[in-house]
Structures are given as structure tokens and as C-alpha cells.
């Protein structure tokens, strides 16, 4: 078939668009037809290889179920979901960059005291504290933050029974200055699930399932936009090729250790304990 068929074929398909009422559906639509049609021609698909295709996307809705979205971790593995977001919240300047939700965020977190102890398995005990300020460095009180992670076995409280309730989540109110504090454990780097078509895919293609170590945010304040975002630990070995592309530069953070005995005391820590001090910027709701 040469260009110009393959271009009166793509063409006659943008025709039966013509009556599309909907201004947005309709360019979505043109959109991806057009990319579509470049893609299949641009490698020269073969029938054999769509039909494989069509049974990965077949086997993907399969692995669908309430607890489990095999698409949702298809767009993360292929990029899709992290270029979303950026298209969507790459505000740049000075606000925080965001990252992505993932499929293990619960609704439901407990409110818990300033500076409570989320973590109810063993682990390297861990001190995260800061503000959340505007881009103007005012502070922003009262905001709800919202934090998750995955215990020791790499594994969140929602996939393991083995883990007492609320394991490694929880939720804290900013106060007047903006602060926050919580004491966890350093999180550990963990695979996403791989035994279903993504796994497959990923193994086909020689790229590993792993996620660097990191903790979840979300951070939601009256008159700002909601920012879902994570911070990811400096020297994890995958922080730099995470399987669903989340960790930035700007979220990788440093796990000090601190020595000071006095402060160990205060936090009902033993000594020494690891401190994470991390201001976040959040962007004023556009009217
Ligand atoms: C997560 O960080 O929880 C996650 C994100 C995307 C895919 C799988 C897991
Ligand atoms: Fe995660």
C-alpha cells in the first residue's frame, strides 16, 4: 500500500467525524485516529502482531477486578499516567512537582495528633517534619496531609492482612505556621505487581518491575490545588529508573541520621533516628 492510500484511509475515517457534536470528543478522536493509523503504518504492523495485541488488551481488562486496575498500571509502565499529570500540574516555578496517586491510596486515614507515630512494624525509625507554605512563602494552615507507605516486606497495609490496621497511613492537620511532623520508618523500594499482562510486558522488553523507596503525600488545603505527590530516598537503588516513571529530581530526599540524644527523648525515639525535613509549596487555586 503506498503513502497515499494509507493517507485516503486515515482521511475517510476523520470524514465520518464530521457530524460529532461534542468540539473536544471530536478532536480527541481525529487525534487519536491520526496516531493510530501513523503508528501502524510507521512499523508496519503485521496481522499476526495485532491480534497479539488485541489479546494483551483482552488479558489486561481481564486482570481488571474491584481491587485490581492491570490498565491503570499499563499507563504508569508506559508513561502515559506521569505525562498526564505533567500536561495537568506542571506549574513549574516554585511549587512542589506532584507524582503519581498509585493504585494503594485508601480513603478512610485516621487523624492523628502532630507528630504521631504512624508506623505499627518494625523498622529504621524515622522523624519527617516541615511547612506548607505558597508560592509566596506564607504558611498554609490547616491543610489536611495525607501519607502512606509500604511497610518492611515491601507490601502497603491494604495488600497485606498480616499488618495491624492503619499500618504506615495516616492523615495530620497543618498548624498555624503551616507545620507538620509525623514519626515513621524509612520506606523500602518495592516491585509493582507483575504477575499479570504488564508484568509480561515489562519482562518481554527487559525492564525491571521495581519502585524506588518512597513515601506518599497528598495534601489538600482550602483554596489551593490538591497536590499528589511523594518523596523518594536519595541512594535507592531505583530512584533513578522507576518503573512508572514517579520519582523527579525535586522529590528525592536525604534520610539524616540524627545523634542528638535530647531529641530522641522528645520524639520517643531511640538514638540515633532518622530526620527528614521537607517544606512543601502549594499553588493557589486558579479562579
Ligand atoms: C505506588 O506508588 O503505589 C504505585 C504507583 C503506580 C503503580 C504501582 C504502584
Ligand atoms: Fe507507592
Not at 68 to 77: A, G, K, N, V
Not at 152 to 172: A, H, I, V, W
Request: aromatic share 8%; net charge negative; proline share 7%.
Amino acid at each position: 500500500m503506498n503513502d497515499k492510500t494509507i493517507h485516503s484511509l486515515t482521511q475517510n475515517v476523520l470524514d465520518t467525524f464530521a457530524d460529532c457534536t461534542d468540539p473536544r470528543l471530536k478532536q480527541i478522536m481525529t487525534a487519536l485516529v491520526t496516531h493510530l493509523h501513523a503508528f501502524a503504518s510507521e512499523v508496519e504492523l503485521t496481522g499476526d502482531e495485532w491480534r497479539r495485541g488485541i489479546e494483551f488488551l483482552t488479558a489486561t481488562g481481564k486482570m481488571c477486578n474491584g481491587i485490581r486496575q492491570e490498565f491503570i498500571l499499563l499507563s504508569d509502565t508506559l508513561g502515559l499516567s506521569i505525562m498526564i499529570d505533567a500536561i495537568n500540574h506542571g506549574r513549574g516555578g516554585v511549587t512542589t512537582e506532584s507524582s503519581l496517586l498509585g493504585p494503594f491510596y485508601r480513603e478512610g486515614a485516621k487523624e492523628e495528633e502532630f507528630g504521631a507515630n504512624i508506623a505499627r512494624t518494625e523498622g529504621e525509625p524515622t522523624l519527617i517534619h516541615g511547612r506548607l507554605v505558597d508560592e509566596g512563602g506564607a504558611p498554609v494552615a490547616g491543610a489536611l496531609i495525607e501519607v502512606w507507605e509500604t511497610a518492611n516486606n515491601g507490601m502497603y497495609e491494604g495488600q497485606d492482612p498480616d499488618q495491624p490496621e492503619s499500618n504506615l497511613r495516616g492523615k495530620f492537620r497543618s498548624g498555624p505556621n503551616g507545620e507538620y511532623a509525623f514519626r515513621t520508618i524509612k520506606p523500602t523500594s518495592y516491585p509493582i505487581p507483575t504477575d499479570g499482562p504488564v508484568g509480561q510486558m515489562l519482562m518481554a522488553t527487559g525492564r525491571h518491575p521495581m519502585r524506588p523507596a518512597h513515601i506518599h503525600f497528598l495534601i489538600v488545603a482550602p483554596g489551593y490545588e490538591t497536590l499528589t505527590t511523594a518523596l523518594y530516598s536519595e541512594g535507592d537503588p531505583y530512584v533513578h529508573s522507576d518503573a512508572v516513571f514517579g520519582s523527579k529530581p525535586s522529590l528525592v530526599i536525604d534520610y539524616v541520621p540524627n545523634h542528638d540524644a535530647a531529641a530522641a527523648k522528645e520524639w520517643a525515639l531511640p538514638s540515633p533516628f532518622f530526620e527528614v525535613q521537607r517544606d512543601f509549596v502549594l499553588s493557589a487555586r486558579q479562579v
